[in-house]
């Protein structure tokens, strides 16, 4: 069926779906805050609603609709709507009940404190407002439409670890910037996609038969993000290859070893950037249907509409536009200028503890005695990835695998091909040395994360042994960058004893 004669709904409204159970069916149309709907009372004083609840309740806990905010008065209405903003974002997730730290998080900051207690409430005050800004880009892009709503969910998809990274960046923290890039790709190569396949393994174990059966997702994502993973390692495993065999050369000096890496890797830089945004026009506008949940079930509904009488197929196709046509209207919490109010309030937060955060990286470091590298691969990448993973893993347990697939490997090709190449030329804006020369036993670990997950999703199909492959993996990699102090994971001296056993040989 063309996508264009029936609105398919998009990913992020799926998602939205599949992890609240919310229907947007025509029977029960969401409506923006404002807007006259069947639950809005005849009498301006009324207080019975379409869900049988006061307007108590209709005040504190409906996301949907706040009295008071269709009130011609100005003074009633327009602070009706601000609660209804504020209230639409704190129901948005349960991951926001950590918002408390946010204030004491800047307040620590702020007044000196302890620079581990400092650390770690603004590693919970990041969380929250991670989903918060999540939250709010899909509001904004419920009204821009499929393109360009993918697009903005693909730039602010990663906004937390990115804002994170430009500040580590100013501070000249490279390795926490370097380590934070891998760490996100195998946060959700390896335990995001390896929780999804093993609760949803555990959860979907068995057919109505009582036969053991696997899960599936379209071979096209699998295809796509091992070629782009495979690229993406290509480009980090490079300069650190080229890098070993300068350095083993007599000739010229550091800095101009140093100039080439450079040089190679800003060229590499702009060259994945262009590849990721012909990726985007290839996803969002010319092979879009190839990249949408319903792609994998077109199939089997085209071969099963093929075994039916003729009569039964045109009722099944009836039934088929129909449900289609239900899913049509999308919830919207907010106007999209109120959404990108909370946007902007959001990232101005975010930047405020993530500054504080790096700011006392070095006594965490000094004083915990655990490594940068475990701190950028580690514990950042659960600050910005929080809320995605639980989303992901929700919808993979209701066996929508597609959806859950999505939201794991998509957001992996954006920090491959988009954040890193920003990151790095960036860095040649604002004068630093970032380049994409990553430290050696990070770049083993995610050489060989993208080979196990090339050949775990290759044929499409996932069960809960797979999914507790990957987690072990990443378990294993975690493990050696926790008990492994910094000084070991210095890149010149590791550099020189390869280089030398290289020689040797």
Same mark, same amino acid.
């Given at each position: 069926?063309?996508?264009?004669?029936?609105?398919?709904?998009?990913?992020?409204?799926?998602? @939205?779906?599949?992890?609240?159970?919310?229907?947007?069916?025509?029977?029960?149309?969401?409506?923006?805050?404002?807007?006259?709907?069947?639950?809005?009372?005849?009498?301006?004083?009324?207080?019975?609603?379409?869900?049988?609840?006061?307007?108590?309740?209709?005040?504190?806990?409906? =996301?949907?609709?706040?009295?008071?905010?269709?009130?011609?008065?100005?003074?009633?209405?327009?602070?009706?709507?601000?609660?209804?903003?504020?209230?639409?974002?704190?129901?948005?997730?349960?991951?926001?009940?950590?918002?408390?730290?946010?204030?004491?998080?800047? +307040? %620590?900051?702020? $007044?000196?404190?302890?620079?581990?207690?400092?650390?770690?409430?603004?590693?919970?005050? +990041?969380?929250?407002?991670?989903?918060?800004?999540?939250?709010?880009?899909?509001?904004?892009?419920?009204?821009?439409?499929?393109?360009?709503? &993918?697009?903005?969910?693909?730039?602010?998809?990663?906004?937390?670890?990115?804002?994170?990274?430009?500040?580590?960046?100013?501070?000249?923290?490279?390795?926490?910037?370097?380590? *934070?890039?891998?760490? $996100?790709?195998?946060?959700?190569?390896?335990?995001?996609? &390896?929780?999804?396949?093993?609760?949803?393994? +555990?959860?979907?174990?068995?057919?109505?038969? &009582?036969?053991?059966?696997?899960?599936?997702?379209?071979?096209?994502?699998?295809?796509?993000?091992?070629?782009?993973?495979?690229?993406? #390692?290509?480009?980090?495993?490079?300069?650190?290859?080229?890098?070993?065999?300068?350095?083993?050369?007599? !000739?010229?000096?550091?800095?101009?070893?140093?100039?080439?890496?450079?040089?190679?890797?800003?060229?590499?830089?702009?060259?994945?950037?262009?590849? /990721?945004?012909?990726?985007?026009?290839?996803?969002?506008?010319?092979?879009?249907?190839?990249?949408?949940?319903?792609?994998?079930?077109?199939?089997? =509904?085209?071969?099963? !509409?093929?075994?039916?009488?003729?009569?039964?197929?045109?009722?099944?196709?009836?039934?088929?536009?129909?449900?289609?046509? *239900?899913?049509?209207?999308?919830?919207?919490?907010?106007?999209?200028? *109120?959404?990108?109010?909370?946007?902007?309030?959001?990232?101005?937060?975010?930047?405020?503890?993530?500054?504080?955060?790096?700011?006392?990286?070095? %006594?965490?470091?000094?004083?915990?005695?655990?490594?940068?590298?475990?701190?950028?691969?580690?514990?950042?990448?659960?600050?910005?990835?929080?809320?995605?993973?639980?989303?992901?893993?929700?919808?993979?347990?209701?066996?929508?695998?597609?959806? #859950?697939?999505?939201?794991?490997?998509?957001?992996?090709?954006?920090?491959?091909?988009?954040?890193?190449?920003?990151?790095?030329?960036?860095?040649?804006?604002?004068? @630093?040395?970032?380049?994409?020369?990553?430290?050696?036993?990070?770049?083993?670990?995610?050489?060989?994360?993208?080979?196990?997950?090339?050949?775990?999703?290759?044929?499409?199909?996932?069960? /809960?042994?797979? &999914?507790?492959?990957?987690?072990?993996?990443?378990?294993?990699?975690?493990?050696?960058?926790?008990?492994?102090?910094?000084? /070991?994971?210095?890149?010149?001296?590791?550099?020189?004893?390869? =280089?030398?056993?290289?020689?040797?040989?």
């Amino acid at each position: 069926m063309d996508r264009d004669s029936v609105n398919l709904p998009s990913f992020h409204d799926q998602v @939205r779906k599949t992890v609240t159970g919310l229907s947007t069916s025509t029977r029960d149309h969401p409506h923006e805050n404002g807007e006259p709907h069947e639950g809005t009372p005849l009498i301006g004083n009324g207080t019975v609603t379409q869900n049988g609840h006061g307007e108590t309740w209709e005040f504190f806990f409906n =996301s949907n609709y706040t009295p008071g905010a269709d009130n011609p008065k100005p003074w009633v209405k327009y602070p009706a709507h601000v609660w209804h903003i504020t209230k639409a974002t704190l129901l948005s997730s349960p991951i926001n009940v950590l918002l408390f730290a946010v204030p004491i998080g800047i +307040i %620590a900051g702020q $007044s000196g404190w302890d620079p581990v207690a400092v650390f770690v409430i603004n590693f919970f005050a +990041i969380i929250p407002l991670a989903a918060v800004l999540s939250f709010a880009t899909e509001e904004i892009s419920a009204k821009l439409g499929e393109a360009l709503g &993918g697009l903005l969910n693909a730039t602010f998809g990663n906004a937390v670890e990115l804002i994170v990274s430009i500040i580590a960046l100013r501070d000249r923290q490279l390795e926490v910037v370097k380590s *934070s890039m891998i760490g $996100s790709i195998l946060s959700n190569l390896l335990l995001v996609m &390896g929780m999804c396949f093993f609760f949803g393994g +555990i959860t979907n174990m068995r057919d109505e038969n &009582g036969h053991g059966q696997e899960q599936s997702f379209q071979t096209i994502t699998a295809q796509t993000t091992a070629s782009l993973m495979t690229l993406s #390692a290509a480009s980090m495993i490079l300069p650190g290859t080229l890098f070993m065999i300068i350095n083993d050369s007599k !000739e010229g000096d550091d800095a101009e070893r140093n100039k080439i890496i450079l040089s190679l890797s800003r060229g590499t830089a702009i060259i994945l950037l262009g590849l /990721y945004v012909l990726y985007l026009f290839f996803q969002l506008r010319t092979h879009h249907k190839l990249f949408s949940a319903e792609a994998g079930d077109g199939s089997e =509904s085209a071969q099963t !509409e093929s075994q039916l009488p003729a009569d039964a197929s045109a009722e099944n196709g009836r039934t088929v536009v129909v449900q289609e046509h *239900s899913e049509e209207e999308e919830e919207v919490h907010m106007s999209p200028w *109120s959404a990108g109010c909370v946007l902007i309030v959001t990232t101005v937060l975010v930047s405020i503890c993530a500054d504080y955060l790096v700011e006392s990286i070095d %006594a965490l470091v000094e004083r915990a005695n655990i490594s940068r590298s475990f701190i950028g691969l580690i514990l950042i990448p659960i600050v910005g990835n929080a809320a995605e993973h639980v989303t992901a893993v929700v919808v993979a347990v209701k066996n929508k695998m597609d959806l #859950a697939m999505g939201v794991a490997i998509g957001s992996s090709i954006q920090i491959a091909l988009f954040v890193t190449p920003f990151l790095v030329v960036l860095g040649w804006v604002m004068d @630093r040395d970032m380049d994409l020369h990553f430290e050696t036993f990070e770049t083993v670990s995610f050489a060989l994360a993208v080979l196990v997950v090339i050949y775990t999703v290759q044929d499409g199909k996932s069960n /809960y042994l797979e &999914g507790a492959m990957l987690m072990a993996l990443y378990v294993i990699i975690a493990l050696a960058f926790f008990v492994t102090p910094s000084e /070991y994971f210095d890149t010149d001296l590791v550099v020189g004893k390869l =280089s030398g056993l290289v020689g040797s040989a």
